[in-house]
């Protein structure tokens, strides 16, 4: 996998030529996170291009960390599993996030804003939990953001779960959320809370006064939000 060895018997150096190389860790968050298609994982990882994630994915499956099979519900569509091998790597990459929200500091993670990551891992943890039991469409506007970046919309329905679109789907709009990137993205991380930008006017909510109201619980936040920054 690696295109240099170590040239040490040591566990450690034996499995960094396996999982250290560029993006294999990124790409095992989004694995372990439960992504299982390719373009599902694109998603995850938009600024990695497609060849370079075929490449760490058919790198993945000769160390048996990474199975791929046929769907059993699409034809001709293949997904990627985690093996037994695979999954002992949760707690490691759960490890990592937890350092890294303990331990780097918030400026330096807002400096690396990405509205295609924040949008997908808002989709994939959503709770839904305190949505109405009917379909519910959440339109988030970043207007510091231009072209395709700028609208996103999360659809909510009791039936088909969770989707994410980019372009407009044509349905009413329940809530629409106007905020920045950077802002959002804090709130995300556990940084920020919907309250406090909304009381400061770095977001602005209309529609739905259900929605508006419960959106720091349906939001979910990311995975590692409820670890507290420590000194150096």
């Known amino acids: ?13 034996m499995a960094a030529e396996i ?12 694995l372990v996170a439960g992504s299982t298609r390719f373009n599902d994982l694109r998603r995850g990882v938009p600024r990695m291009s497609p060849a370079l994630l075929s490449q760490r994915l058919k ?34 990459i759960e490890a990592f996030g937890v350092w890294g929200q303990r331990r780097i500091e918030a400026h330096l ?23 109405p039991r009917t379909r519910s469409v959440v ?30 789907p044509g349905f009413d709009v329940d809530l629409y959320v106007s905020v920045d990137l950077r802002t959002m ?22 529609g739905n006064r259900q929605l508006a109201s419960a959106m720091q619980v349906w939001l979910g936040l990311s995975p590692f939000a409820k670890e507290q920054k420590l000194a150096s």
């Open 109 to 131: 993670s807002l400096k690396h804003l990405d509205v295609q990551l924040l949008m997908w891992d808002m989709r994939r943890n959503l709770n839904t939990t305190p949505m």
């Open 19 to 30: 999982l250290c190389t560029r993006w294999t860790v990124v790409l095992l968050r989004e």
């Open 1 to 13: 996998m690696a295109t240099g060895s170590y040239k040490q018997f040591c566990p450690v150096a």
């Open 185 to 206: 993205t804090a709130i995300w991380m556990g940084l920020d809370t919907v309250r406090a930008a909304v009381g400061s006017e770095r977001m602005m909510l209309t």
């Open 139 to 168: 339109q988030f506007v970043y207007p510091d953001l231009s072209g395709a970046q700028r609208s996103w919309w999360l659809i909510v329905d009791p039936e088909d779960g969770v989707d994410l679109c980019s372009v407009d």
């Open 59 to 92: 790198d993945l499956e000769a160390a048996g960390i990474v199975a791929r099979t046929a769907s059993v519900s699409d034809p001709g569509i293949f997904e990627y599993h985690l093996t037994v091998s695979g999954r002992e790597l949760g707690p490691i």
